[in-house]
């Protein structure tokens, strides 16, 4: 009898012993530790915790728990230590090996059968939570029956369908590109909860852990038309939901991987940092809540958070993930890791000594190139004004929208991409992928082919030529390539100048037709004489159509059909497919193969609302122009219609209004009243793939290849945005020797001819 029960107590300390000794996944000693004490210093993580733990003393009163409820349990128990909790975890997780499968019946039916799919990556992550904070009240055979369960029922399906040589019947762009770090990661997230029973459970982590590197470069695939996985600045091509999901699950692993293995050398992964900035340049800060660039099937509600705070947990401190964190740690959205979820929560980090952060290191505006994503904004303040621009690739999350654009401003987003539906809904195939749902040009009512969303689009769009100086701001989006059925030239160029955005749709087809552009909004919208007024609340933008031509100035549309026509449609809401949203279209009477749609977005606000920009027309042979006027400055903005594509084998040569140039686009800022004649009088300098500027056959900037500028002018100092060919020389005039030339930031060595007045220095890229 004595033996029995020393040979009992051994037994006990030992499970005990080893309990004490584990390395949890989420909630270790030191997370818990941690969020004790911000429990007794912030009050606000103090009703965060009561919340959670009422959410926890609920799910006792029910009959029954499920796999996700692991999550409230499972914080519970770890941070009070009341078994009732842990009682309850191990019926469910007992519950949950009982099953056939953990995989959905949909996915079960195919030929071949997926048996580890999102079901499955689901319920292993509950499970292994579960598990790990469950371990310590476990006996060892429930331990080992548990473990053995979800190996069988989670690792294994997963293992099988993504990995193993003998069974794989995946690749990374399987099911769009999240899936497998859903499927695999989570897999490799519950074999290190197991691995203290299963003995191969190490090995398999291991093995998922050295595949991160070849699904984050996977560079995609051109007979498939599957696009690369991560864009080589950073960003994920499936939306602001998708990047997020699909990367917090690697970083979950990592992060657990870390906790529970420290001794393994983890790979290197540089697109970490790069998705953390993809995040913070691709959201909308208001003083309510922050926003998101929701192209595709995204959400505006979506963000980074989870991927940012994991990174934060993983050691990667910057001031800009604190500042963003605290942007977006409330509230509490699907898949996000915000404060008001669980493991939000036991992650959430100390900034109780962060140092003050008033914006991101970064800059204000941003190009994915690879994505074919930009968003530009004038500042990182709340409730200011962010343009997002779409132009790249159509698949599966992506939708058939290039040249797409929505803009954020005053707190509101007033211009908007149409959004999406519940994938089961018809509607979601019908309309919210396809071209209609989206501020795109068409030709005869049609852009993109509407098979492109499921099959992938052969020649993607692009973005190019991101300048941005604090007065001006420029890119242009190449629509062509998936459009390139109906438009043979598909361009749109963005110039944004103080409070005016210029949006300038260059549009030509293989025969006569009715070109039209699109316009969803929320909110309120009226046309007022020359503008088209889009307002929510204390947010309003003006849109003025300005080429072809305007709006009718008074009078009824009968009376005026030469002029631009606004033509009210019906779309779908976002995430709500049973009701309607309007929205316009704008076009011309004419009939025609090539066209120029210019129009205006002034932006409203407090500074401006009793003294609006002056924006005119005026135009001359082979070129149209539009002249704003504010703050104390006149700009003048040319097109070269004898630069947009209808000149080959020579240069597109154009005199406009006395200034020689072979530009696509310019603009020259005077101040305001000043001779705009006078070349002594420009402020500000701005060319779209041009290589030269003459006045009165004197150049003031030239070069021997087309290039784009953005030049301030500070008496004889110039400060200069370019990009052009690798290397370039560039000459610029100047009355006296420069002092200096800022090219991109940095100085340029000048070697100035006093004979000529130009300095002339090189451009590297």
């Known amino acids: 009898m004595k033996k029995h029960l020393l040979l009992i107590i051994i037994c006990a300390f030992s499970i005990t012993a080893s309990a004490q000794g584990r390395k949890y996944l989420l909630h270790t000693d030191a997370n818990i530790s941690r969020l004790k004490e911000q429990i007794k210093n912030d009050p606000e993580v103090k009703k965060v915790w009561e919340n959670q733990l009422q959410k926890a003393e609920d799910m006792l009163k029910r009959e029954r728990s499920s796999a996700p409820d692991l999550q409230e349990l499972g914080l519970a128990y770890r941070m009070t230590g009341d078994s009732r909790f842990a009682e309850r975890m191990k019926q469910v997780l007992l519950n949950s090996i009982s099953q056939q499968t953990w995989e959905g019946q949909d996915l079960l039916q195919r030929s071949p059968p997926w048996k580890g799919g999102l079901g499955t990556a689901h319920t292993s992550y509950y499970m292994a939570i579960g598990y790990d904070c469950a371990y310590n009240y476990l006996t060892r055979s429930e331990r080992k029956q548990i473990a053995e369960g979800i190996v069988k029922l989670g690792i294994k399906p997963a293992m099988n369908d993504w990995l193993s040589p003998e069974t794989n019947i995946h690749t990374f762009d399987t099911m769009g590109h999240n899936w497998w770090s859903a499927c695999v990661d989570m897999a490799g997230f519950a074999a290190l909860a197991v691995k203290g029973e299963i003995p191969e459970a190490q090995k398999w982590a291991n093995e998922i852990s050295e595949t991160v590197t070849e699904w984050v470069n996977f560079s995609g695939n051109v007979m498939d038309n599957k696009p690369r996985t991560f864009g080589r600045d950073g960003g994920f091509y499936e939306s602001i939901n998708y990047a997020g999901f699909g990367f917090s699950q690697y970083l979950l692993f990592r992060y657990a991987f870390q906790n529970v293995l420290p001794e393994v050398k983890l790979p290197e992964v540089p697109a970490m940092e790069k998705m953390a900035d993809f995040f913070i340049q691709t959201t909308y800060y208001t003083k309510d809540t922050p926003l998101s660039v929701n192209f595709g099937d995204g959400s505006i509600k979506r963000n980074g958070n989870s991927c940012v705070l994991l990174l934060w947990n993983l050691g990667v401190h910057k001031d800009?993930?604190?500042?963003?964190?605290?942007?977006?740690?409330?509230?509490?959205?699907?898949?996000?890791?915000?404060?008001?979820?669980?493991?939000?929560?036991?992650?959430?980090?100390?900034?109780?000594?962060?140092?003050?952060?008033?914006?991101?290191?970064?800059?204000?505006?941003?190009?994915?190139?690879?994505?074919?994503?930009?968003?530009?904004?004038?500042?990182?303040?709340?409730?200011?004004?962010?343009?997002?621009?779409?132009?790249?690739?159509?698949?599966?999350?992506?939708?058939?929208?290039?040249?797409?654009?929505?803009?954020?401003?005053?707190?509101?987003?007033?211009?908007?991409?149409?959004?999406?539906?519940?994938?089961g809904r018809p509607e979601y195939t019908e309309y919210y992928c396809q071209s209609e749902a989206h501020n795109v040009a068409l030709f005869n009512g049609k852009a993109q082919s509407r098979k492109d969303p499921y099959f992938g689009v052969k020649n993607e769009g692009h973005l190019y030529n991101l300048l941005e100086t604090d007065k001006m701001k420029y890119i242009y989006a190449d629509a062509t390539g998936p459009t390139s059925q109906w438009f043979s030239r598909n361009y749109r160029h963005f110039l944004w100048i103080g409070d005016v955005i210029l949006v300038m749709d260059d549009l030509e087809s293989y025969e006569p037709g009715k070109f039209e552009w699109l316009l969803h909004y929320n909110g309120e919208s009226k046309r007022r004489g020359l503008d088209l007024s889009v307002k929510d609340g204390d947010a309003e933008i003006l849109v003025r159509p300005l080429y072809p031509e305007t709006f009718p100035d008074g009078g009824l549309p009968h009376d005026f059909p030469e002029k631009m026509r606004l033509e009210e449609k019906s779309g779908l809401k976002d995430h709500e497919p049973d009701v309607k949203q309007p929205y316009w279209s704008i076009s011309h009477f004419q009939e025609t193969n090539r066209t120029k749609f210019i129009t205006a977005i002034t932006l409203k606000n407090d500074q401006n609302k009793d003294k609006l920009p002056i924006i005119e027309r005026f135009d001359g042979k082979n070129f149209l122009g539009i002249r704003i006027t504010q703050n104390g400055q006149t700009t003048e903005i040319y097109l070269n219609l004898l630069a947009d594509g209808r000149i080959k084998h020579r240069n597109s040569l154009n005199v406009m209004n006395g200034w020689d140039t072979d530009a696509y686009l310019m603009a020259l800022t005077f101040p305001e009243g000043a001779d705009t004649g006078n070349p002594k009088n420009i402020k500000r300098l701005f060319i779209s793939d041009g290589s030269y500027l003459r006045r009165n056959g004197k150049p003031l900037i030239h070069a021997l290849s087309k290039f784009f500028t953005i030049v301030d002018f500070d008496g004889d100092n110039r400060n200069m945005q370019f990009q052009g060919q690798d290397e370039v020389t560039v000459s610029m005039y100047s009355e006296k020797n420069q002092k200096s030339v800022i090219v991109n930031g940095k100085k340029a060595q000048v070697d100035y001819n006093s004979d000529s007045k130009l300095s002339k220095f090189v451009v590297k890229k």
């Open 320 to 423: 800009r993930y604190a500042w963003y964190l605290q942007k977006t740690m409330r509230g509490s959205d699907k898949e996000g890791l915000e404060m008001d979820s669980p493991q939000g929560l036991i992650l959430h980090p100390d900034f109780s000594n962060q140092k003050e952060v008033k914006a991101p290191d970064l800059p204000e505006s941003k190009l994915f190139s690879d994505l074919g994503w930009a968003t530009l904004r004038n500042s990182w303040k709340d409730n200011a004004t962010m343009l997002g621009i779409k132009c790249g690739t159509t698949w599966n999350h992506a939708h058939a929208d290039a040249g797409s654009f929505i803009l954020f401003h005053n707190g509101k987003n007033l211009l908007i991409d149409s959004g999406n539906s519940s994938y």
